[in-house]
């Protein structure tokens, strides 16, 4: 069921991966070699800041020059003291000792350019090795660069703004959709909805939805890009698909009996057998059902519908052919008060929406019954025709949810995806075979699950 969709479905989440991943690695590549680049010129400068300080290592040893020739100098003054020398002895020792301490403050002071100068001011020696701070260990370098372009502000715009981003969330483990990536693959699958009868405005609401959802996401490499795409396929067709649900089975059991429900549809697609099936159906769930043929206009209706109910075992009200169907399910729904029957499922004759007799007896039916339901049966293989088709009946005479026959024979769930979102009423049955247990209630997340499961 619906295969063709699901497998084109299924492209479209891998084009998009493929995408948004070659790029991310594309990008990661040119930054880490604008990093290897940068990293190229680092040792240079490094080995510069090495070299310096041994240069001036000579100069920093004079200190204890200083030292030395203070105290010679004090060891002369104190011996001319006392020896009582002449004065001309002291004057030649005077000039002696100035002379010591000159040679002393020249070797001890260091060229206005040396880096020994800020040593010596801190009271540090200087080791002659570079210094952590001088020279900072360098671990991936693609990274770092990857990570410093997110909070560049002044970028330079050839190198795109879109590429530096990809790249730093590429090299933190993380992949980011853009436009771009994704430009190719909507249109490929706005192709593919169409081909499979998903109407033009369902197939644009689809879109517009994943878009949305996905540019500009993120996600770290652990949830893959197709998961996250599959994410924004499952919203994108879950919010189109379950336009207008509700619980079918809980407004059947909260209603007033007896329930009558009318089917109404184009001749050919299956609403007697339909009636019949969910004739089994709320037989299985313990209520009592009688059908009424309000068909009077085609021949051979009431032998067609006759077969299913002794089939069933249920009973039929019918009247001669050309009879009016309102008073047909009328008196079923008689007959179901006076025999405290549960539901009254009710018949009518195939019609175009601008058959404007039939649609006559559609408003006639509903006033003078008053159904809790009317329902719309349509082939799910009739694609846009069915949707068409929900459309008109919807606008000339209200429906409150529609059943698709064929389902089990339609590989593109074109109808499927379409109604609800058009009519604003939902699918509530699938006919899946031509057996009366052949019907199963329409489960959106289910259906939705279905297009977007793995292919077998």
């Known amino acids: 069921m619906f295969d063709g969709l699901k497998k084109k479905l299924n492209r479209f989440r891998n084009d998009v991966e493929e995408t948004a991943e070659e790029k991310a690695e594309a990008a990661a590549d040119e930054a880490e070699s604008d990093a290897d680049a940068e990293a190229e010129s680092a040792p240079a400068d490094t080995d510069n800041a090495a070299v310096e300080p041994e240069a001036s290592e000579p100069a920093a040893a004079d200190p204890d020059a200083d030292a030395v020739g203070d105290a010679d100098a004090g060891s002369e003054a104190d011996a001319v003291d006392a020896a009582d020398a002449p004065a001309d002895a002291e004057s030649s020792s005077a000039a002696v ?8 403050e020249s070797a001890a002071t260091p060229e206005p350019d040396s880096e020994v100068d800020a040593g010596a001011d801190t009271g540090d020696e200087p080791s002659g090795e570079p210094t952590a701070d001088e020279v900072e260990p360098r671990e991936s370098l693609a990274s770092d660069a990857a990570k410093a372009a997110l909070t560049e502000e002044d970028e330079d715009d050839s190198s795109g703004p879109g590429r530096l981003r990809r790249a ?3 090299a933190t483990g993380k992949v980011v959709i853009e436009e771009e990536d994704l430009e190719d693959p909507l249109w490929e699958l706005e192709m593919a909805l169409l081909q499979s009868d998903v109407e033009m405005q369902v197939a644009e609401e689809i879109l517009e939805t994943i878009r949305e959802k996905l540019i500009g996401e993120t996600r770290k490499q652990v949830e893959s890009t197709g998961q996250l795409v599959s994410e924004a396929l499952h919203d994108a067709l879950y919010e189109v698909i379950s336009v207008g649900q509700f619980d079918f089975d809980q407004r059947i059991a909260e209603a007033d009996k007896p329930v009558t429900l009318i089917f109404t549809g184009i001749n050919g697609v299956g609403k007697t057998t339909t009636i019949a099936k969910l004739a089994k159906y709320f037989e299985k ?19 067609q519908i006759r077969e299913h109910a002794e089939a069933l075992d249920k009973k039929l009200i019918a009247h001669e052919q050309g009879g009016d169907p309102a008073a047909v399910i009328y008196d079923g729904v008689e007959y179901a008060e006076a025999h405290d029957i549960d539901i009254v499922l009710g018949d009518t004759a195939g019609r175009l929406h601008t058959s404007n007799d039939l649609m006559a007896q559609l408003e006639k039916i509903d006033r003078v019954v008053g159904p809790d339901l009317t329902l719309f049966v349509d082939e799910a293989v009739a694609g846009q025709d069915a949707v068409e088709r929900a459309r008109q009946f919807n606008d000339a005479a209200a429906i409150d949810g529609a059943i698709l026959t064929k389902a089990d024979a339609d590989s593109n769930g074109g109808a499927a995806i379409s109604i609800a979102y058009v009519t604003g009423k939902p ?12 019907i199963e209630k329409f489960d959106p997340e289910q259906m939705v699950e279905r297009l977007l499961g793995e292919d077998e």
């Open 168 to 170: 730093a969330a590429f």
């Open 285 to 303: 769930q313990g209520y009592s059902t009688v059908l009424a043929n309000g068909d009077t206009y085609r021949a051979g209706a009431n032998e």
């Open 427 to 438: 699918i509530l049955f699938l006919g899946v075979g031509q057996g009366y247990d052949h």
């Open 97 to 104: 000792e100035a002379d010591a301490e000159s040679e002393s």
